[in-house]
């Protein structure tokens, strides 16, 4: 027998956008039910930014010991260190258990009714979700959709097997002796950068002539030069064609930028070439939403053109950010409960965990003179930061660099790169979204010694009168 719900919001997808508009939906007095087919936490919880980042993280602290027992480093040298890998994703697995435990325990302290299974929309207000017991129709008043993002499948490179997704990647037990990436984007660097720490032997293929596109070039140049000094092999202008497997050997086939072909051999082919929003399957098409490409359209208070279903997080458009996500699950549960909101942040902030990181929040240079504005632009190196020094962090490259407009020295973009660099990007933000001047950033005094020196230093050099370079 099915059980029938009627519930003022229903949330669709329980990942950063949709727990958050659940849990701020129930604080607000408002009866929410949220339907998840997955664990709590959505791909950036249980799949994404958190297993990724803690993956990152034991590598790094692994390199570290694997360098400090080839020769001794800060008067410290250790004996060879031994990898289990199947441990350390045990330990990462330990960190998104209770994380999703948190999660579920919040979303019940908001009094938010969880369903777990998949939901199929037979109208813009009606879902059928088969769950462990029995089948469940939801109607709502309210529907958010929060159903996210999945990774791109090559369709001459299927996953399975050795052709593996970052899903899988962050799940292996054994450690790839060569491994290969399609895609030298953020997600394919910061996984291929972790594993050639942890000691797989890693190569890159790119088809654009360069490394991480979505960041100017100045950005990439010391992630560039680290790449090439951790011997990871990258191949710009080429083209992955296909697999090809000689028992149980497999090599990637590319076709390099001068047209010969190559033949990469791998444990494991790591394809990282974008994610596209979650749309099939779960009944959008009988909800009579317009489309924007592959997103759905909504408006500046994430509305979509059938009245009371709302749209959030991936699903509705670059950048694929779980901040953003959660920014926007917040401000559409406070709408329904009444309050005027709309979604025009100044800047979104974006964080690149290679090595070492990125950061970028606004208009870069090239951006606001395109934009017709006549800038200021202050860079200041790692390389002058004591803190950065102090932390082997001043010889790789980084710098911070701020960029304001020439009349009013209102801030219009910050980017960084440099070891740890991903701290400063809510500094960054905030400075942007509060509207300050390059006086305003010199003018406050930041804590010696720290990274974010580097971010005043930036705004004094663009006033041209730099004190520590």
């Not at 791909?43 to 034991?58: E, M, N, Q, W, Y």
């Not at 350390?88 to 999660?103: A, E, F, P, S, Y």
């Not at 917040?330 to 409960?337: F, P, S, Y």
């Not at 606001?368 to 504005?373: E, Q």
């Amino acid at each position: 027998m099915t059980e029938a719900i009627t519930t003022k919001v229903l949330v669709v997808g329980g990942g950063p956008g949709g727990y958050v508009a659940a849990i701020r939906a129930g604080q607000l007095g408002l009866e929410t039910v949220l339907v998840e087919a997955d664990r709590l936490g959505g791909t950036c919880l249980i799949r994404g930014c958190i297993p990724s980042k803690a993956l990152i993280h034991a590598a790094g602290e692994y390199d570290g010991m694997v360098k400090a027992a080839g020769a001794a480093r800060m008067g410290i040298a250790v004996g060879a260190p031994n990898l289990d890998l199947a441990q350390t994703v045990r330990w990462k697995d330990g960190i998104v258990d209770k994380l999703n435990g948190g999660v579920a325990g919040l979303l019940k302290r908001a009094k938010v009714r969880t369903i777990a299974g998949w939901a199929t929309f037979s109208d813009a207000k009606t879902c059928a979700v088969q769950t462990a017991s029995g089948p469940v129709a939801v109607t709502a008043e309210h529907v958010i959709l929060a159903n996210g993002s999945l990774a791109v499948e090559l369709p001459f490179l299927p996953f399975g097997g050795p052709v593996i997704s970052s899903t899988e990647a962050l799940a292996l037990d054994r450690l790839p002796r060569k491994l290969v990436v399609v895609g030298a984007g953020y997600i394919g660097l910061e996984l291929g950068s972790a594993f050639r720490k942890l000691g797989s032997e890693v190569t890159v293929v790119e088809a654009l002539d360069r490394i991480l596109p979505g960041f100017d070039a100045e950005l990439a140049a010391p992630v560039a030069r680290w790449l090439a000094e951790a011997g990871i092999a990258v191949h710009l202008g080429a083209r992955a064609t296909g697999l090809e497997t000689v028992g149980e050997d497999h090599a990637l086939v590319v076709e390099g930028k001068d047209g010969r072909g190559l033949k990469l051999p791998a444990d494991n082919v790591l394809v990282t070439v974008g994610r596209r929003p979650n749309t099939a399957d779960w009944g959008l098409e009988t909800m009579a939403i317009d489309m924007a490409g592959p997103f759905v359209k909504v408006d500046e208070r994430c509305a979509t053109s059938m009245k009371n279903v709302w749209a959030i997080g991936d699903l509705v458009g670059e950048p694929m950010l779980e901040h953003k996500a959660a920014a926007q699950g917040e401000m559409v549960a406070e709408i329904i409960a009444g309050a005027r909101r709309r979604f025009d942040p100044v800047a979104i902030a974006a964080v690149c965990f290679t090595h070492p990181e990125i950061v970028v929040a606004g208009l870069a240079p090239d951006e606001a003179k395109a934009a017709g504005l006549d800038i200021l632009t202050g860079v200041f190196p790692y390389s002058a930061n004591g803190r950065a020094r102090s932390m082997e962090a001043a010889e790789d490259g980084g710098f911070v660099r701020v960029v304001a407009r020439a009349d009013d020295h209102r801030l219009l973009g910050v980017q960084a790169v440099g070891a740890h660099v991903s701290e400063l990007s809510g500094e960054f933000a905030l400075a942007l979204e509060m509207g300050a001047r390059l006086e305003d950033i010199a003018g406050t005094i930041h804590v010696h010694p720290t990274l974010g020196e580097a971010f005043p230093e930036a705004a004094l050099r663009a006033l041209g009168h730099a004190i520590h370079i």
